[in-house]
């Protein structure tokens, strides 16, 4: 059975109730529970952390032994050359996902220190981006 992590960085412990607008009213508990079911064929562990460190922690113990992980670093990824570090030093392919359009909105979203060690990036698509995520860590 393949292996895979979502990892979610801060303020994303309130999806559902945070600016729902933008990032919709569904908790990502709720969610996981309909993803892991439509992928019983899966094992899809979840890490959810507001702390930096704790991140780049994660990424190690998971990095060499996981077939595949889904980043979505929220802030971080726009501000943390540790969290790129991290996901550069491992070997576990990583897909980072946004769940808004982070180039249709403030500029200082537009940078990100994860895309250049991703194995490639999915944006702006809702809570879909992490399911097109998981489909194409599986082809
Ligand atoms: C986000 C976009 C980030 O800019 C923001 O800081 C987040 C969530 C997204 O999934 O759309 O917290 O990563």
Do not use: C, W
């Not at 194995?119 to 879909?128: R, T």
């Amino acid at each position: 059975m393949k292996k895979l992590i979502i990892i979610n960085g801060p303020n994303l412990n309130l999806l559902g109730v945070r600016e729902p607008e933008i990032y919709g009213s569904l908790s990502f508990t709720d969610f996981l529970d309909l993803l892991q079911k439509k992928h019983s064929n899966l094992q899809i562990d979840y890490f959810q952390s507001n702390i930096e460190g704790e991140i780049i922690d994660k990424l190690h113990e998971v990095g060499f032994s996981f077939d595949g992980i889904i980043l979505n670093a929220a802030a971080y990824t726009h501000t943390s050359v540790g969290v790129g570090d991290a996901v550069k030093a491992i070997k576990t392919p990583v897909v980072e996902v946004h769940i808004s359009n982070t180039f249709s909105r403030e500029s200082f979203r537009h940078q990100s220190y994860i895309s250049p060690h991703a194995k490639g990036v999915i944006i702006g698509f809702g809570l879909q981006s992490y399911e097109l995520a998981i489909e194409s860590l599986l082809k």
